[in-house]
């Protein structure tokens, strides 16, 4: 864990424990926000305490908070944080984690039931004790008890914009060592799956004690699992499990191939071997012979095994992008289809600003935007009944597009269009009157309440966004959040068809605790001849950097750059924005 991060969970707790003891909201909300600020921060924080000056610089860190950190950076540890702590069971942390539970009912069931961490939540939930408070009741009980489930179930899994920069890192790392050769990372990292197990890191490498060496000696390794010639295994702090294999670089490609996985393409692969007379393993593609012994112990040379294509070759198949090799139909295919990449992208057509929940100004946004490439960025702020997001009245709004529209006129080299992210209603109905949508360039309908809803429920809700003459895109469909909240469970296959019929663009929210659309249902667009648009959502800069996850799943979808309309040329997108209007 970086400095940055470190001092982001102090600062996070102190919120924390703050707004459990019923402190002053004000002071709750700077302590988070000096946490997002710190996670956010592009420089190292160490660099910056030095002088408490450089730290009250930096808007939203007061002079409490700058001699936090100081204080953290001398003595690693801030007293107030230490205290703070004191005053509750260290297990409510865990219990304040449990999605759709408030600091208020968190400390209703620690003050009058007795509950100090998860177990004795659930024990008291089992015994009745809780249902039994005032303001609780079967249903609140129920909704606890779904997520308390949920985190567990999918607890083990991380998310893949945690596990990627990860990674990266440890890829750069071992790479500079004396010797190696190739390394690259696997697995479902590679494939690029919203949830990854473990990371899967292959190298080849003329020093292989070193690497094994430099990798059990990573920072934050927790527990060396494993640690012999060819593989060893380490977990991190952050709860993630690293496997590292040293294969031969002559057959880099084949255990690439295999370690990539995903398993079921590789049983539909050796499968596909066997019937042309091969044998298909991590050290290569062999003739098959017969012989119970594997063929590299015998001494025998493979037909292909030095890269990926070569393999894929010999069996008479084209290079498959890791993204596709999941055994839903790619190895019928007779040529892989084109498949968008981060590059095709050049709008961003979903983003907020100070103006509700959002943290850059419209010029800073454009200034983000303009850097990326793009030629154009929606400006997309939350409509009024997100109250949780400081979403727009319609005079807000009003007073919004003219601003909008005034830098539009000032600023050079890209376009910036009015837009809304606008709340669909439980009932389907949208948060603002048709004259005012009818004023903006684009009209983002997003779901961000009522996500509990029944899918037939949910179905219709969405539907009528979708049907609606003025809204272009269907913002994140479902509502989810990765390993958080399940979301919507709506009947896909008729958004789909309506979406197709009204022209309406449905949304990859590329956040990776979203992902939503996910990747299967972006695959049935694909085939049902729809449009896409993949958006960061972004609400502070490093949001940009997000989109690679939200192209990773359209790919995993088969999505061509023609449906896509974030890939379309400026023309081709505005004209196809005015149509709605
Ligand atoms: P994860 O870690 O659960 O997110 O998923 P993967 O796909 O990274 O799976 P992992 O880490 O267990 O193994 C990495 C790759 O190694 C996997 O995608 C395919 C290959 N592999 C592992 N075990 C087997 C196996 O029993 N048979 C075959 N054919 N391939 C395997
Ligand atoms: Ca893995
Ligand atoms: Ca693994
Ligand atoms: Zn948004």
Same mark, same amino acid.
């Given at each position: 864990m970086s400095t940055n991060t470190e001092l982001a969970k102090v600062f996070e707790e102190i919120s924390m424990v703050l707004e459990l003891t019923g402190a002053n909201p004000f002071r709750v909300n700077a302590h988070a926000r000096v946490a997002r600020i710190l996670d956010d921060? #592009?420089?190292?924080v160490k660099d910056l305490a030095d002088d408490k000056k450089k730290l009250t610089?930096?808007?939203?860190?007061?002079e409490g908070s700058a001699e936090k950190i100081i204080e953290y950076i001398k003595t690693g540890r801030v007293k107030e944080h230490d205290d703070l702590l004191k005053q509750?069971?260290?297990?409510l942390m865990e219990v304040m984690q449990i999605?759709?539970? @408030?600091p208020k009912t968190v400390k209703l069931v620690w003050e009058?039931?007795?509950?100090?961490?998860k177990a004795s939540l659930k024990s008291k939930l089992d015994s009745g004790e809780i249902e039994n408070?005032?303001?609780?009741?079967a249903k609140t009980v129920q909704n606890i008890r779904e997520a308390i489930e949920f985190v567990a179930r999918a607890g083990e899994r991380i998310r893949i914009g945690d596990a990627m920069p990860i990674a990266e890192e440890i890829v750069a790392t071992l790479k500079r060592?004396? @010797?190696?050769?190739q390394i690259e990372y696997a697995g479902s990292l590679r494939r690029g799956?919203? #949830?990854?197990?473990d990371i899967d890191i292959l190298v080849s490498t003329s020093n292989p004690t070193e690497v094994g060496k430099a990798f059990r000696a990573?920072?934050?390794?927790?527990?060396?699992l494993a640690s012999g010639e060819t593989k060893s295994s380490i977990r991190l702090d952050r709860g993630i499990q690293v496997d590292l294999r040293v294969v031969d670089d002559s057959c880099f490609g084949a255990a690439l191939m295999y370690f990539t996985g995903s398993k079921s393409h590789n049983v539909a692969l050796r499968e596909r071997a066997i019937k042309k007379g091969f044998r298909l393993n991590e050290y290569g593609l062999f003739p098959d012979d017969?012989?119970? #012994?594997?063929p590299q112990k015998r001494g025998i040379k493979p037909?292909? =095994?030095?890269t990926e294509q070569d393999v894929y070759k010999k069996l008479a198949l084209p290079w498959f992008?890791?993204?596709?090799?999941?055994?839903?139909?790619?190895?019928?295919?007779k040529s892989v289809p084109e498949l968008i990449t981060l590059d095709d992208i050049k709008a961003e057509l979903h983003a907020h600003t100070t103006?509700?929940?959002?943290?850059?100004?419209i010029e800073e946004l454009a200034k983000h935007a303009k850097a990326r490439g793009f030629h154009t960025i929606a400006v997309t702020d939350h409509s009024k009944s997100s109250v949780q997001a400081n979403g727009l009245s319609p005079e807000r709004l009003r007073e919004h597009i003219v601003a909008i529209r005034a830098a539009a006129k000032s600023i050079k080299g890209i376009t910036i269009i009015a837009g809304a992210e606008v709340d669909i209603l %439980?009932? @389907?109905?949208?948060?603002?009157d048709d004259d005012l949508l009818a004023e903006l360039d684009i009209v983002i309908a997003s779901p961000h309440?009522?996500?509990?809803?029944?899918p037939e429920k949910a179905t219709q809700r969405l539907l009528a966004a979708i049907t609606?003459?003025?809204?272009?895109i269907l913002g994140h469909p479902t509502g989810r959040l990765i390993n958080q909240r399940e979301g919507l469970h709506p009947d896909m296959s008729k958004l789909i068809e309506a979406a197709v019929q009204h022209n309406v663009a449905l949304e990859i929210n590329a956040h990776y605790y979203r992902l939503d659309l996910r990747d299967v249902h972006v695959r049935a667009v694909v085939e049902a001849g729809g449009l896409i648009a993949i958006n960061t959502?972004?609400?502070?800069? %490093?949001?940009?950097?997000n989109l690679r996850y939200g192209v990773l799943t359209a790919r995993r979808g088969w999505?061509?750059? =023609?449906?896509c309309i974030n890939a379309w040329t400026k023309q081709k997108l505005h004209k196809w924005l005015k149509a709605k209007r």
């Amino acid at each position: 864990m970086s400095t940055n991060t470190e001092l982001a969970k102090v600062f996070e707790e102190i919120s924390m424990v703050l707004e459990l003891t019923g402190a002053n909201p004000f002071r709750v909300n700077a302590h988070a926000r000096v946490a997002r600020i710190l996670d956010d921060l #592009t420089v190292d924080v160490k660099d910056l305490a030095d002088d408490k000056k450089k730290l009250t610089a930096i808007d939203g860190i007061g002079e409490g908070s700058a001699e936090k950190i100081i204080e953290y950076i001398k003595t690693g540890r801030v007293k107030e944080h230490d205290d703070l702590l004191k005053q509750i069971p260290r297990g409510l942390m865990e219990v304040m984690q449990i999605p759709g539970l @408030g600091p208020k009912t968190v400390k209703l069931v620690w003050e009058q039931a007795g509950v100090i961490d998860k177990a004795s939540l659930k024990s008291k939930l089992d015994s009745g004790e809780i249902e039994n408070l005032p303001r609780m009741g079967a249903k609140t009980v129920q909704n606890i008890r779904e997520a308390i489930e949920f985190v567990a179930r999918a607890g083990e899994r991380i998310r893949i914009g945690d596990a990627m920069p990860i990674a990266e890192e440890i890829v750069a790392t071992l790479k500079r060592i004396k @010797g190696v050769k190739q390394i690259e990372y696997a697995g479902s990292l590679r494939r690029g799956c919203e #949830t990854i197990g473990d990371i899967d890191i292959l190298v080849s490498t003329s020093n292989p004690t070193e690497v094994g060496k430099a990798f059990r000696a990573l920072p934050g390794v927790e527990k060396v699992l494993a640690s012999g010639e060819t593989k060893s295994s380490i977990r991190l702090d952050r709860g993630i499990q690293v496997d590292l294999r040293v294969v031969d670089d002559s057959c880099f490609g084949a255990a690439l191939m295999y370690f990539t996985g995903s398993k079921s393409h590789n049983v539909a692969l050796r499968e596909r071997a066997i019937k042309k007379g091969f044998r298909l393993n991590e050290y290569g593609l062999f003739p098959d012979d017969d012989d119970d #012994t594997p063929p590299q112990k015998r001494g025998i040379k493979p037909v292909a =095994a030095k890269t990926e294509q070569d393999v894929y070759k010999k069996l008479a198949l084209p290079w498959f992008p890791p993204e596709m090799r999941e055994d839903r139909g790619e190895l019928d295919l007779k040529s892989v289809p084109e498949l968008i990449t981060l590059d095709d992208i050049k709008a961003e057509l979903h983003a907020h600003t100070t103006a509700s929940d959002g943290r850059m100004s419209i010029e800073e946004l454009a200034k983000h935007a303009k850097a990326r490439g793009f030629h154009t960025i929606a400006v997309t702020d939350h409509s009024k009944s997100s109250v949780q997001a400081n979403g727009l009245s319609p005079e807000r709004l009003r007073e919004h597009i003219v601003a909008i529209r005034a830098a539009a006129k000032s600023i050079k080299g890209i376009t910036i269009i009015a837009g809304a992210e606008v709340d669909i209603l %439980a009932d @389907g109905r949208l948060d603002y009157d048709d004259d005012l949508l009818a004023e903006l360039d684009i009209v983002i309908a997003s779901p961000h309440s009522s996500l509990r809803q029944e899918p037939e429920k949910a179905t219709q809700r969405l539907l009528a966004a979708i049907t609606h003459p003025l809204v272009h895109i269907l913002g994140h469909p479902t509502g989810r959040l990765i390993n958080q909240r399940e979301g919507l469970h709506p009947d896909m296959s008729k958004l789909i068809e309506a979406a197709v019929q009204h022209n309406v663009a449905l949304e990859i929210n590329a956040h990776y605790y979203r992902l939503d659309l996910r990747d299967v249902h972006v695959r049935a667009v694909v085939e049902a001849g729809g449009l896409i648009a993949i958006n960061t959502d972004a609400h502070a800069p %490093a949001d940009f950097d997000n989109l690679r996850y939200g192209v990773l799943t359209a790919r995993r979808g088969w999505l061509p750059p =023609a449906a896509c309309i974030n890939a379309w040329t400026k023309q081709k997108l505005h004209k196809w924005l005015k149509a709605k209007r």
